[in-house]
Nanobody, 112 residues
């Protein structure tokens, strides 16, 4: 059973930066495609980015150039470096695996 725990969320001013982390339990982390999603209350969960086991990445058009996903297979973690944040980035951010595992989410609020 894989458990995912996100951390690093918080309040940041527009234009600021934040780094989210997701720690995974289990021994098969390096085999998973890992992804970040986000959700605003009342809206559908939105895909943000994913990173393949071979470290290839893909981003949604809404975040390309501002967010960077990375992974550390030795530490079973996946991170999301967020820069040039704007209020539209406010959401709960979730990490997930391609086998349907989800974390509990971490709140990111971009506001002055």
């Amino acid at each position: 059973q894989v458990q995912l725990v996100e951390s690093g969320g918080g309040l940041v001013q527009p234009g600021g930066s934040l780094r989210l982390s997701c720690a995974a339990s289990g021994s098969d982390f390096s085999r998973y495609r890992m992804a970040w999603y986000r959700q605003v209350p009342g809206n559908q969960r939105e895909w943000v980015a994913f990173i393949q086991p071979n470290a290839n990445t893909l981003y949604s058009s809404a975040v390309t150039g501002r967010l960077t996903i990375s992974r550390d297979n030795a530490k079973n973690t996946v991170s999301l470096q967020m820069t040039s944040l704007n209020p539209e980035d406010t959401a709960v951010y979730y990490c997930s695996t391609d086998f349907g595992h989800w974390g509990q989410g971490t709140q990111v609020t971009v506001s002055s």
